[in-house]
């Protein structure tokens, strides 16, 4: 990967709303009568960056940032982990909060790092191909397009991993349903401003990666 200023603003700019989601994540709020976890709202940018990356940089250079996102995630986990299990304070008065904020059970700690990971890698590899196949042409339908595939995967793979068995088998598809939604029509809605995005980085990086023999394998890392 080209390390550049823009490329690093755009790799802490991911990172940073995959983290602050996963914080985010533990309220639910109420949006049109559906009920969905608070960090929609910043979740949906994390595949904006990421799309950005594999349409300027290329798929291997996404695929390096989708790892340190998951290695920067399990390393906020473990320290948000430790904060829980020291010993508090005599004035400390909050153990029970903090632990229901911030603390996960591994069971929506592994739907969550699964899902990160099938979600970007197949929003990367959906984009990175139609890039080849449209000849970088109508670059709406690569940002849709993947976004359809990779937060489909997402939303199916941590829903049905965290809540499947707790919950009926319709909630849980009406679920699946209502992120995935809700997730494509803000990818829909923000499409000009990845256009703005894109159209910057390629003017100001002079580069316009185009993936024709890139490996696609999630761990060929070093590729």
Known sequence: MRYSQWSMIITASFITCLITANITAVKLVGVAGLMVPAAIVIF??????????????GYSAARQVIWLGFACNLLAVAAIWAGQVLPGASVWDAQGAYER??????????????????????????????????QGRWLWSRTIGSTLVGQGLDSLVFIGLAFGGTMSAEAVASAMATQWLF?????????????????????????????????????????
């Open 44 to 57: 949906p940018i994390s595949y904006i960056f990421g799309d950005v990356l594999t349409e300027v940089y």
């Open 101 to 134: 904020i911030l603390g996960y059970t591994p069971r929506l700690l592994a739907a969550s790092f699964l899902a990160y990971l099938v979600g970007e890698f197949a929003n990367s590899m959906v984009l990175a191909r139609m890039k080849v196949a449209t």
């Open 183 to 223: 997730k494509v029509v803000y990818e829909v809605a923000a499409t000009p401003l990845t256009y703005a995005i894109v159209g910057y980085l390629k003017r100001q990086e002079n580069i316009d990666t185009y993936d024709y023999t890139t490996d696609l394998n999630p761990l060929a890392v070093g590729q």
